[in-house]
C-alpha cells in the first residue's frame, strides 16, 4: 500500500533547501570565498596597455631600379558596402629579376607623398579587425614582392647525415616533367630509392656542395614551399641532429635514452 504525497509540503520543502540567504558568504571558508567574487573583478599582469603592431604603417622601400604602378578598381557605387568577392586596386612591380603583380582588398589604399618617393598603405577603418590584420599582411607582401623583382628571395639547405647526398638532373626516373626544361632534385637521404622532386616554375636549383641545395626565386611564397617540401622526407630529429635543415634552423638535442 503506497502512502500518499503531500504536495504542498513538498513544495515548501524545496523552497526551504534552495532558497540560500545571500548573506552566507561572510560564514564561508577564507579558501572559498575567491570561489564566490563576482566575475567583473578581473586581475591583469600589467596594467600598460597592448602595443599594436606597425608593420602596416611603416613606408614601402622602393630600389632606385624598381618601378611601382597602382592601377585602381572600378570606382564603388555611393553608400554600397565592399563584399568579400570585391577585388581592390592592383599593384605591378618591375624589376630587373621580372615582374610581380598583387591585388589588394578592397577597403586599402595606396597613399604617396607629394615627390612620390614613399608608398604608405591606409585602410578605411582601423577599428575593424579583418582591416587590421590584412593591414600588415598586404604590407608584408608588397615588400616581399619589391624584394624579389630587385634581388631574390634564397634558400639554403644542409643535409645533415651519413651517406646524405643532393643532386640536380634533367630527367627523373619516376616523374615526368609538368613544363619543358623542368629540372629535378634527388635526395639521397638513407631510404632505399632516390627521392625526386621537380622545380617549380620560377625557381632556380643548384648544388654548390653536394650537401648544399641553394633555391633562388622572385616569389619567396613559392621558394620556401619547395624548400618546406624537400625538408618533408627527413625531417631534423633531436636525438642524433640528423635531417634537412632549412636556412639558418637548428634544433636542441635530448639526452639519449639509457635503459
Partial sequence: MTTPVCRNGSARALRSVFSVSRTTDASLPAFLVPAYASQSQTSHFSTTSHCRSKIGRAPLSLPPDVTFTVLSAHAQQSGSKASRTQLGSTVEIAGPKGKMSYTMPPYMSIVCDEDGGAHTLSVEDAAVRK??????????????????????????????????????????????????GQKFVSLKVGYSHPIELGVPPGVTASTPQPTRILLEGMEKE???????????????????????????ETIKLKAKKIK
Fill in 131 to 180: 582591416q587590421r590584420e590584412m593591414w600588415g599582411t598586404a604590407r608584408a607582401y608588397l615588400q616581399n614582392h619589391i624584394l624579389g623583382v630587385s634581388e631574390g628571395h634564397t634558400a639554403i639547405l644542409r643535409l645533415v647525415g651519413v651517406g646524405y647526398r643532393a643532386t640536380v638532373e634533367a630527367k627523373a626516373i619516376t616523374k615526368q616533367p609538368e613544363y619543358p
Fill in 222 to 248: 613559392v621558394v620556401m614551399q619547395f624548400a618546406a617540401e624537400i625538408r618533408a622526407w627527413r625531417k631534423p630529429e633531436p636525438y642524433k641532429g640528423k635531417g634537412i635543415f632549412v636556412n639558418s
